[in-house]
């Protein structure tokens, strides 16, 4: 039998974020591999670039690297036609824009969205500004001028915008779902109601915080009682 204790807000949001994010968790994996392959190929190609210009071994970049010889990164922000973002979630953080960016940030953190994360990235001059990042998985690499550019035609263009539409899809569904709980999550008053209604969320609710019972020592009672009757002693010059 469930113990029966009112929900407080800090409750209630606790358990929409995680029913959200238990909602959400299949697409994680599934997405995350689609970004991950996008950003091999972007990083195949690019050194195959690399190898055709400078006619060296690979082995031999991060010597060149370290003297200063070339340039390096181990990041790229990729921009379609007219230097647009792959991959770019804009939100505000006024009005209805609130409410997206915060279920947009507790997918993207949680667990299942690490994949994703991995590629999703908050804009530097931006905080409501998330876009997507190729991440070198062999380290420093040596950099190529406008290697972020990415042709109208080209395949990985329209396989970053096709994830662009799955992802924000998940997004608005999520957002959707959370307001949907949070509505069964504010018609209910106590931890018995929900668990009747909705016991899957139930489940989820941390125990309350038990009050403090104890009781002070009878000399701390009689110290006190003392300078009641007696007034409080002058402290010595």
Known sequence: MTTNFSLSKEMRTKVADE???????????????????INADF????????????TLEPARYPELIQSGLLTATTSCSPEGPGRKGL?????????????????????????PFAQVADFIKQERYYKTHYSLVFVSKAGSVPM???????GEQDKLLKAAEAIRIELAEV?????????????ILNSVRSARQLTDLFPEAAKLLPPPVKARTE?????????????????????AA
């Open 171 to 183: 997004m608005k569904a999520a957002v959707e779902f959370r307001s949907k709980t949070m509505d």
């Open 19 to 37: 029913l959200t994010i238990k909602a959400v968790e299949k697409h994680g994996a599934r997405i995350g591999k689609k970004l991950d392959k």
């Open 215 to 235: 009781v002070a020592p009878t000399e701390l009672v009689d110290s006190v009682r003392s300078m009641l009757n007696k007034g409080i002693p002058l402290v």
């Open 144 to 150: 190529l001028r406008e290697m972020e550019r990415i």
């Open 43 to 54: 990083w195949q190609r690019h050194l195959t670039k690399v190898a055709q210009i400078l």
């Open 87 to 111: 991959i770019k979630f804009a939100m505000t953080e006024h009005s209805s824009g609130a409410e997206e960016l915060a279920v947009f940030k507790l997918v993207l953190r949680s667990q």
